[in-house]
């Protein structure tokens, strides 16, 4: 069984940045994408950013395009989510997720992390 261990959340004022890290216990044919999604309170879960196997992201969502920027480790089997200029509108519980496709759903993906807090004061 995959598991996804997060961190790095945590509190930070707007305009600042933050790193989520999140290691897989193994990589298999089922996670290879791994990437982000978030959650803030009444909101659906929407994708943030992946990365394939191979490098290859896909497209950022529009919400966060220039400020986060999503890379593997040379071992592959850590993802990173680099936060930069944080509004107070990126305020959820971010996900790290693993996924046998390259896709945007949910419902797509295999194996979730616990999630960790991230929290921007305007």
Excluded: H
Aim: with cysteine; proline share 2%.
């Amino acid at each position: 069984q995959v598991q996804l261990v997060e961190s790095g959340g945590g509190l930070v004022q707007a305009g600042g940045t933050l790193r989520l890290s999140c290691t897989a216990s193994m990589r298999t044919a089922g996670t290879y994408s791994m990437g982000w999604f978030r959650q803030a309170p009444g909101n659906e879960r929407e994708f943030v950013a992946s990365i394939n196997w191979s490098g290859d992201r896909i497209a950022d969502a529009d919400s966060v395009k220039g400020r986060f920027t999503i890379s593997q480790s040379d071992a592959k089997n850590t993802v990173y989510l680099q936060m930069n200029s944080l509004r107070s509108e990126d305020t959820a519980v971010y996900y790290c997720s693993a996924a046998g496709r390259s896709s945007k759903e949910p419902s797509q993906v295999g194996y979730w992390g616990q999630g960790t807090q991230v929290t921007v004061a305007a």
